[in-house]
């Protein structure tokens, strides 16, 4: 038995990258309806840069992404360390409060957020679409510097104030060159989750600030271009840039739990 | 000299500075999703005009206009489709988590790494990937063409909207279920087999108790999702099933309907305490479960 779902495992690691591999290997493709492989080609990925309603679109993601990660990890900051370097009362209560976007279907969070909107008489766009990633990238910020500054020894922020250093001096010279990559960690897959982002982007977004995702998916409903491979493919080795720069430990520490073994 | 080692270990004494830091998150989730959810929550009361607009007053029109068939049918597909997509992206987790916690330390990282490069990847990516690889003029069409099967194209179909499904959700199972698997003694394995127990008890009787907890999220972070998914139904099902998440993106984007658009976000809200509480069930059972394998060993 422990044969067959080794097999069925070593499957699905099959299944997993088999949609991939098929993006990659057709982004090359010289055919034009992609009906048979004809043979290799780079003009996918030249008429992609050559596609200027893409760019705008990837350049209104790449800004939205780096504003509200940026948010997201500086509240996500002050938030963990308040929680883990302070005795608050109530702990239980806000570490629940900032889980809440992470439990709620994105679709409520969106519908409510573009409700609100509209009643406040703040017309959709950049600042929208900001907010709305804010809601949804702050969780996983926090999780993530949460995470980085329970496993951290309290002793070396307390040596640095018993020897007179400030708040400030502490923080610049101790918390943030030990909290570096986690740091970076939280900034990368709010990051990404902010450029991916669909949902909260259907609702929040404006004339004239249509997100990569947006204008991906208004293409793909008339249908899939070789194009779109191209830039598919582009984003799997932006994935894998993503993982090298958090790094496999840490990455694996984020999503699966403190190493217990060793 | 410093107050911060009196009670607990390194957590300063509360102070206005703590909660000042709290401040900004708390205005976050107060304004952009507390609120927000009060406003639509109270919306799906709301009286709405011949061309959906809110008139505001107090009516249940709007609930009991999603008793039409419509309505159920598609709520009803959408439920039957999370439920399956959540079950079959556990029990698959299942298998490639203890297929990962099983190989030997210096394997583990590089086979999980293998599940977050899908599961970074855009999503849209993801989905259209398999339009690529299923449709019209794609290797698997062109595979089954070369067995002799007359094939014209997989999209849109059921089966690409199963597959693409369990595709987008299947690493966010993974994960948990790895991380609580990692945490069972090894040892436990080699007893239950020093006892006679097989391949079914000892999972049964150990791993599947063990492992409760990531079981339960896993469930819960793939059926709450799957409702809410409005991209793949339309890409990889031409839009002939859709699930509630397509509907209530009609109602708020081409109906303008906020009213009743309101009052399906309020269904999906109710759906998803639902299943926290299922969730949490199942973890009681679970715990109750450990402990009376402790008591037995």
Not at chain 1, 62 to 73: D, K, R, Y
Not at chain 1, 96 to 114: F, K, M
Not at chain 2, 70 to 76: N, Q
Not at chain 2, 124 to 141: D, H
Request: overall charge positive.
């Amino acid at each position: 038995m422990d044969r067959l779902t080794s097999w069925i495992a070593r499957a699905v690691f099959l299944f997993l990258y088999l949609p991939i591999a098929a993006l990659i290997v057709y982004s090359f493709n010289s055919s034009e309806v992609s009906y048979r492989f004809d043979g290799f080609t780079f003009r996918w990925y030249a008429e992609l840069f050559a596609d200027r309603m893409l760019l705008e679109a990837l350049r209104t993601s790449a800004v939205v992404g780096v504003i509200a990660a940026l948010v997201a990890t500086v509240i996500g900051f002050l938030t963990a360390f308040a929680l883990v370097r302070f005795r608050v009362k109530g702990r239980a209560f806000f570490v629940g409060a900032i889980l809440i976007p992470l439990i709620v279907p994105e679709i409520v969070l969106g519908v409510s957020l573009l409700t609100v909107f509209s009643t406040a008489g703040i017309p959709t766009g950049l600042l929208t679409l900001v907010l709305g990633h804010v809601v949804i990238t702050l969780p996983l910020a926090t999780l993530v510097l949460m995470g980085a500054m329970s496993s951290l020894d309290p002793s070396l922020t307390e040596a640095a104030t018993d020897l007179g250093a400030s708040p400030w001096v502490t923080f610049r010279r101790v918390l943030f060159p030990l909290l570096r990559p986690s740091i970076l960690a939280a900034f990368l897959l709010s990051f990404t989750t902010s450029f991916s982002n669909i949902v909260i982007s259907t609702f929040t977004a404006g004339v004239g600030t249509t997100t990569l995702p947006l204008r991906i998916y208004s293409t793909l409903r008339t249908g899939l271009t070789p194009e779109l491979n191209a830039l598919g493919t582009l984003l799997v080795v932006a994935t894998l840039g993503v993982i090298l720069a958090v790094g496999v430990s840490q990455m694996r520490r984020i999503l699966a739990g403190p190493t217990t073994t060793p | 000299m410093n107050a911060s080692s009196s009670a607990r270990p390194g957590r300063i004494a509360p102070s206005a500075a703590g909660y000042l830091m709290l401040l900004p998150a708390l205005a976050v989730i107060v304004l952009l999703v507390i609120v927000p959810m009060l406003v639509i929550a109270r919306d799906s009361f709301a009286i709405s005009d011949p061309l959906g607009g809110n008139l505001g007053g107090f009516t249940l029109a709007n609930y009991e206009k999603l008793i039409d068939p419509v309505y159920l049918k598609t709520l009803g597909y959408s439920l039957g489709m999370a439920l399956l997509n959540a079950v079959v992206c556990t029990v698959v987790g299942y298998i490639v988590a203890y297929y990962i916690a099983t190989r030997r330390a210096s394997l583990q990282p590089v086979l999980l790494v293998l599940v977050i490069i899908p599961f970074l990847t855009d999503f849209l990516v993801r989905t259209f990937a398999w339009i690529t690889l299923l449709g019209s003029g794609g290797p698997f069409i062109s595979l089954l063409r070369a067995l002799g099967v007359d094939a014209q194209s997989l999209v849109p179909s059921q089966l690409a909207v199963t597959l693409s499904l369990l595709y987008a959700f299947l690493p966010v199972a993974v994960f948990p279920i790895y991380a609580a698997m990692r945490s069972i003694d090894p040892s436990l394995k080699e007893a239950a087999a020093d006892l006679g127990a097989g391949w079914w008890q000892t999972h049964a009787r150990i791993f599947v108790p063990l492992s409760a907890s990531g079981l339960a999220s896993s469930v819960m972070l793939t059926f709450v999702p799957t409702l809410g998914v409005f991209v793949i139904p339309v890409l990889l099902g031409g839009g002939k099933d859709p699930l509630v998440g397509n509907l209530i993106v009609t109602l708020f984007t081409e109906f303008r309907n906020e009213p009743l658009g309101a009052a399906l976000s309020m269904v999906v809200l109710i759906l998803m305490l639902a299943s926290v509480a299922g969730a949490g069930l199942l973890l009681r059972n679970g715990a109750r479960r450990n402990r009376s394998l402790g008591k037995d060993a």
